[in-house]
């Protein structure tokens, strides 16, 4: 594995203080738009759901076409209502458990972009009974309270229904472990601040095939601006970067995944089973320049790649994710080791891929 390089770990406490949840992901497109601008051979393109396409074509005719998915959005809520006594309630988007919800604090962004912090309210222990303590408290039965006194005074900070709700820490931060980096919003922006890298690196080369760089929308609610923008930037194969579980923290099963574990090569999820050529090209790729990885596996959950698949008459997909602790929290963690790791192996695999590869994967 080639170093860390420092872009990474800038870029994983920029990217995961962002804050946008599904249908909110304009902040990230426009930083991601500054952040490349001045990259030579690349176009910008959008599409109708937000999703934005960073192209770098090849000068070969009919060349194969391979796009690399890296969803913007972040889970959080949307204020859904706001009682006369001035308390918020809310709704999530993506998935959320109730335990790791309670007297958290959480950022209310208005429809201008006035922003608010407020706190989940929560019960003080005295006042509970053991039965209720030891249950976990349905998320339609809190609030957030932003320290006003009624509906009135909320409406006039601007604060409406359909406001954007996200998990507040004041910024993602390194651990002792230098390549730990522990931030809210890791699922996904770590994968976008991979895809970031992977487009420096290639600026300078010219390649076989024509790449796309796809920030897709609302991924959290259901892959929605993957299946949309795979019907306009079409191609012959499509690797979604996702993150995904860790099992080496107390109370997860064993697995070979964990942070540190380098790339993770998924093989089926919920929504995917990845292409079988497409694993062995990848997996050859890294066993042959040394690059850590292993397999995976997640049972619940998806990514990208199960709407892409389902492109006209189908697209060949590969997951490729970043192992990640305490995924949907304010607190994710990640080690850039294995960011390097997927960006090491993603650049190698572009750049050896030609229309004989692609070939290749033809069913007879
Ligand atoms: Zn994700």
């Known amino acids: 594995m080639s170093k860390v390089s420092k872009n990474l770990l800038n870029d994983s406490i920029k990217y995961s203080n962002l804050n946008g949840i599904s249908g909110n992901e304009e902040v990230i497109a426009l ?55 001035g308390f918020i309630k809310f709704s999530p988007i993506g998935g959320w458990w109730g335990h790791i919800v309670l007297a958290q604090k959480f950022i209310i962004t208005t429809s201008i972009g006035k922003e608010y912090i407020g706190v989940v309210g929560s019960t003080p222990p005295h006042l509970m009974d053991r039965v209720k303590m030891s249950k976990v408290l349905p998320i339609d039965s809190m609030f957030l309270d932003i320290g006003m006194n009624s509906k009135k005074e909320i409406e006039k900070l601007g604060i409406q229904v359909g406001d954007m709700i996200t998990p507040y820490q004041e910024t993602a931060f390194q651990t002792p472990n230098k390549n730990r980096v522990i931030g809210k919003a890791h699922d996904n922006r770590i994968s976008i601040v991979a895809g970031l890298e992977i487009m420096r690196i290639l600026e300078n080369e010219e390649l076989d095939i024509n ?12 892959l929605r601006g993957a299946r949309t923008s795979s019907y306009k930037w079409t191609s012959d194969v499509a690797f ?10 107390p109370g997860m099963k064993e697995s070979d995944t964990k942070l540190g574990s380098g790339a ?13 050529h497409l694993i062995k090209s990848v997996e ?23 709407a892409i698949q389902l492109t006209k008459d189908g697209i060949k997909v590969m ?24 960006v090491d192996l993603m650049v190698l695999y572009l750049k050896e891929f030609n229309k004989k590869t692609l070939e290749g994967f033809k069913y007879k």
């Open 31 to 85: 930083e991601i738009k500054k952040d490349l601008k001045n990259i030579k051979g690349i176009k910008f393109e959008r599409d109708n759901l937000g999703s934005l396409a960073i192209i770098k074509k090849s000068n070969i005719k009919n060349a194969p076409t391979i796009s690399i998915s890296v969803h913007m959005d972040e889970v959080g809520f949307m204020v859904t209502s706001i009682d006369s006594k």
């Open 211 to 222: 790449v796309i760089l796809i920030g897709t929308t609302q991924e959290e609610v259901g």
């Open 240 to 249: 979604a970067i996702d993150v995904t579980f860790c099992y080496n923290t």
């Open 264 to 276: 993770a090569l998924s093989m089926f999820d919920s929504y995917t089973i990845s292409n079988k």
């Open 284 to 306: 050859n790729i890294a066993k042959n320049n040394k690059i850590k990885y292993t397999f995976d596996s997640m049972t619940g959950g998806g990514t990208d790649a199960g």
């Open 319 to 342: 997951t490729i994710s970043i192992p990640s602790r305490y995924m949907h929290s304010h607190v994710s963690m990640i080690d850039l080791q294995d960011v390097q790791s997927v």
